[in-house]
């Protein structure tokens, strides 16, 4: 073991580098916490980049009464859409009826509450539509005539975790990636825990509290850092979504209700996609390298088959993702019943010792209250400078213009840049874009271009700015410009990315 030792000591130590843990780092270092947050891989690696992408109140959860997490979801919803309008756009949702699916009555209960729950909303309530002969009843089976239509959002996932790190590192936090935690140990009134970077050698460091946001390791870092068994469990469901060409036309998504009971999301992606999600199945495996099976991939076509006019084959499918949700175990029997709230197990030991916070459950649209309660829990032991909340009134980074606005100000900029090159960098990026540019007037400023409209200024950004290492972490989780890359051109960014980390290394 290394006997550096970071002086001072910290406030807060957070392992874990998903929605929740940049979450509860923003929150911290804006009311003046000293906080340092480790990640054993790229931020939202995992879990957090594995959504189906939806900032939503979750309809289906009203069947198992979950009204509490409804109403949370639904008000955090209206917040999180005001604080990031360049990463969260509302959708509009159209659900099919048909006589095998739940009842036209138990649907209309349903989102009467949807409407209602969360208070005063800005999105459009929901209706019983006609679906027949309309641009929104083309893609689907003829006999399918009528269903319902309602409001959500959706999320660029990574980029909610990434602009909350941002903002974190912004106010005085550190964040380390590719650092693995390799133990953890009270000392009293302090945490001393060790780490080991990709590169270099293993170092000590020492906070007031820990916080455990390792999502599917949270309970290895529980058994790591206290002898005492937790009455809480953790229950791993891998989830899984597929990719495939364009199924509709328009800015709608469509919500179907499967042959289990279960519901499947067909929302348009990256202009020329369909994302379709997910499945729920226990998981046991190993958390670092989940895939999706291919009984998942038959079980997501077969579920789109039922209703779409045009039936898709896992041959059409260009990319899948799948990623491991760490609920907390409400003991359900069903895996697609097990709650999604989430459970805060305060931790402080023998009397006078540090407290551990670890964090179960949870769904990424109610991160920012989960943070906010995370430090109600932490903050009567560990003195602070500005105790109130203020998360749900600051926007993101990038998130103090509209869109639209960003657009005009970046082809105002650059006149070579093409609207559709503004519009991706202001979807993205927001207001940040600008920095990017810099003071390129012209394509030729930006530097080498790779395909799919990636430029060599925006990939030093991500690199210099938002702690992208690998090829990965720029092409499939900053960006999802990958999707867009053609074979040559993949492999081409790929050798580039690699000598260029080699020179920097050297």
Same mark, same amino acid.
């Given at each position: 073991?290394?006997?550096?030792?970071?002086?001072?000591?910290?406030?807060?130590?957070?392992?874990?580098?998903?929605?929740?843990?940049?979450?509860?780092?923003?929150?911290?270092?804006?009311?003046?916490?000293?906080?340092?947050?480790?990640?054993?891989?790229?931020?939202?690696?995992?879990?957090?980049?594995?959504?189906?992408?939806?900032?939503?109140?979750?309809?289906?959860?009203?069947?198992?009464?979950?009204?509490?997490?409804?109403?949370?979801?639904?008000?955090?919803?209206?917040?999180?859409?005001?604080?990031?309008?360049?990463?969260?756009?509302?959708?509009?949702?159209?659900?099919?009826?048909?006589?095998?699916?739940?009842?036209?009555?138990?649907?209309?209960?349903?989102?009467?509450?949807?409407?209602?729950?969360?208070?005063?909303?800005?999105?459009?309530?929901?209706?019983?539509?006609?679906?027949?002969?309309?641009?929104?009843?083309?893609?689907?089976?003829?006999?399918?005539?009528?269903?319902?239509?309602?409001?959500?959002?959706?999320?660029?996932?990574?980029?909610?975790?990434?602009?909350?790190?941002?903002?974190?590192?912004?106010?005085?936090?550190?964040?380390?990636?590719?650092?693995?935690?390799?133990?953890?140990?009270?000392?009293?009134?302090?945490?001393?825990?060790?780490?080991?970077?990709?590169?270099?050698?293993?170092?000590?460091?020492?906070?007031?509290?820990?916080?455990?946001?390792?999502?599917?390791?949270?309970?290895?870092?529980?058994?790591?850092?206290?002898?005492?068994?937790?009455? &809480?469990?953790?229950?791993? #469901?891998?989830? @899984?979504?597929?990719? =495939?060409?364009? +199924?509709? $036309?328009?800015?709608?998504?469509?919500?179907?209700?499967?042959?289990?009971?279960?519901?499947?999301?067909?929302?348009?992606?990256?202009?020329?996609?369909?994302?379709?999600?997910?499945?729920?199945?226990?998981?046991?495996?190993?958390?670092?390298?989940?895939?999706?099976?291919?009984?998942?991939?038959?079980?997501?076509?077969?579920?789109?088959?039922?209703?779409?006019?045009?039936? &898709?084959?896992?041959?059409? #499918?260009?990319? @899948?993702?799948?990623? =491991?949700?760490? +609920?907390? $175990?409400?003991?359900?029997?069903?895996?697609?019943?097990?709650?999604?709230?989430?459970?805060?197990?305060?931790?402080?030991?023998?009397?006078?010792?540090?407290?551990?916070?670890?964090?179960?459950?949870?769904?990424?649209?109610?991160?920012?209250?989960?943070?906010?309660?995370?430090?109600?829990?932490?903050?009567?032991?560990?003195?602070?400078?500005?105790?109130?909340?203020?998360?749900?009134?600051?926007?993101?980074?990038?998130?103090?213009?509209?869109?639209?606005?960003?657009?005009?100000?970046?082809?105002?900029?650059?006149?070579?840049?093409?609207?559709?090159?503004?519009?991706?960098?202001?979807?993205?990026?927001?207001?940040?874009?600008?920095?990017?540019?810099?003071?390129?007037?012209?394509?030729?400023?930006?530097?080498?271009?790779?395909?799919?409209?990636?430029?060599?200024?925006?990939?030093?950004?991500?690199?210099?700015?938002?702690?992208?290492?690998?090829?990965?972490?720029?092409?499939?989780?900053?960006?999802?410009?990958?999707?867009?890359?053609?074979?040559?051109?993949?492999?081409?960014?790929?050798?580039?990315?690699?000598?260029?980390?080699?020179?920097?290394?050297?």
């Amino acid at each position: 073991m290394s006997s550096e030792e970071e002086s001072p000591s910290l406030d807060l130590i957070i392992v874990g580098g998903g929605v929740n843990g940049a979450g509860i780092a923003r929150d911290a270092a804006g009311r003046g916490l000293q906080v340092a947050l480790f990640e054993q891989h790229d931020l939202s690696e995992h879990t957090s980049s594995k959504s189906t992408k939806l900032i939503h109140g979750g309809l289906r959860y009203l069947e198992y009464y979950e009204f509490r997490l409804v109403r949370e979801a639904l008000r955090e919803r209206e917040v999180l859409l005001n604080l990031a309008p360049h990463i969260i756009k509302p959708l509009r949702f159209v659900l099919p009826h048909t006589k095998q699916t739940r009842p036209a009555w138990m649907i209309r209960i349903g989102l009467f509450l949807y409407d209602r729950l969360g208070g005063r909303i800005g999105l459009p309530r929901s209706q019983a539509i006609r679906l027949s002969g309309t641009v929104l009843g083309a893609p689907l089976r003829k006999d399918i005539r009528r269903g319902f239509a309602y409001s959500d959002a959706w999320v660029d996932d990574t980029r909610l975790v990434i602009l909350n790190a941002l903002d974190a590192a912004e106010r005085g936090a550190q964040i380390h990636t590719r650092t693995k935690v390799l133990s953890a140990r009270r000392l009293g009134s302090l945490w001393q825990v060790e780490v080991l970077p990709a590169k270099g050698p293993s170092r000590v460091v020492t906070a007031k509290a820990l916080v455990n946001a390792a999502g599917p390791w949270v309970e290895g870092i529980r058994r790591m850092a206290s002898p005492v068994p937790s009455p &809480i469990s953790v229950r791993l #469901v891998k989830g @899984s979504h597929i990719i =495939v060409p364009k +199924l509709f $036309d328009g800015e709608h998504a469509y919500i179907l209700q499967n042959t289990d009971g279960r519901v499947l999301f067909a929302i348009p992606y990256e202009q020329d996609f369909t994302l379709i999600g997910t499945t729920d199945i226990p998981f046991d495996g190993d958390r670092s390298s989940v895939d999706i099976s291919a009984e998942e991939t038959s079980y997501l076509c077969d579920g789109i088959n039922r209703y779409f006019e045009r039936q &898709i084959t896992p041959q059409d #499918v260009v990319w @899948s993702y799948a990623g =491991v949700r760490p +609920l907390y $175990d409400d003991k359900a029997d069903n895996v697609s019943a097990v709650t999604r709230d989430y459970i805060l197990e305060l931790d402080t030991g023998e009397a006078g010792q540090a407290p551990m916070l670890s964090i179960y459950g949870g769904k990424i649209t109610t991160y920012r209250r989960l943070a906010e309660h995370a430090l109600q829990k932490l903050l009567p032991n560990i003195p602070v400078r500005n105790p109130g909340c203020w998360t749900a009134h600051v926007p993101l980074p990038g998130g103090d213009m509209k869109r639209d606005a960003v657009v005009q100000r970046l082809l105002k900029q650059c006149p070579d840049l093409m609207s559709e090159t503004a519009e991706r960098l202001a979807a993205a990026y927001g207001t940040r874009a600008f920095g990017i540019l810099g003071d390129a007037r012209s394509y030729d400023d930006l530097g080498r271009m790779f395909g799919a409209d990636l430029s060599e200024m925006e990939v030093r950004y991500l690199v210099d700015k938002e702690w992208a290492r690998g090829v990965e972490d720029v092409l499939w989780r900053r960006s999802k410009l990958g999707l867009h890359m053609t074979s040559v051109e993949l492999e081409t960014f790929g050798n580039w990315f690699s000598e260029r980390t080699k020179s920097h290394a050297a």
